[in-house]
């Protein structure tokens, strides 16, 4: 019913940027918050940032002032501009949305399918 698709990761060295997009479609009537994850090899995975449908956000305290998270509603895409990367942000990265979907007023939780983002340093 609802399809979230990342997109905008790959390698970049150390110190540099790139920009994230989730594009979400599908049987949409409203999404509330949306949020970026990631998971690294061996590791649980893990808030980096989230949106709130009225655009306050979260973020976690290793991202701050290097990761700005932003959404289009008119667009349903949210995104995640990453800059001063570190190799320690190595990791697929996930978007997950809530979503209130069409015909049944019902709100579900999804995930897209994984970036992977590689710093190297």
């Known amino acids: 019913q609802v399809k979230l698709v990342e997109s905008g990761g790959g390698l970049v060295q150390a110190g540099g940027s790139l920009r994230l997009s989730c594009a979400a479609s599908?049987?949409?009537?409203?999404?509330?918050?949306i949020g970026w994850y990631r998971q690294a090899p061996g590791q649980q995975r893990e808030l980096v940032a989230d949106i709130t449908s009225g655009g306050s956000t979260n973020y976690a305290d290793s991202v701050k002032g290097r990761f700005t998270i932003s959404r289009d509603n008119a667009k349903n895409t949210a995104y995640l501009q990453m800059s001063s990367l570190k190799p320690e942000d190595t990791a697929v990265y996930y978007c997950?949305?809530?979503?209130?979907?069409?015909?049944?007023?019902?709100?579900?939780?999804?995930w897209g399918q994984g970036t992977q983002v590689t710093v190297s340093s």
């Open positions: 997950n949305a809530h979503v209130l979907v069409l015909y049944g007023g019902s709100w579900n939780n999804y």
């Open positions: 599908g049987s949409i009537f409203s999404i509330g918050t």
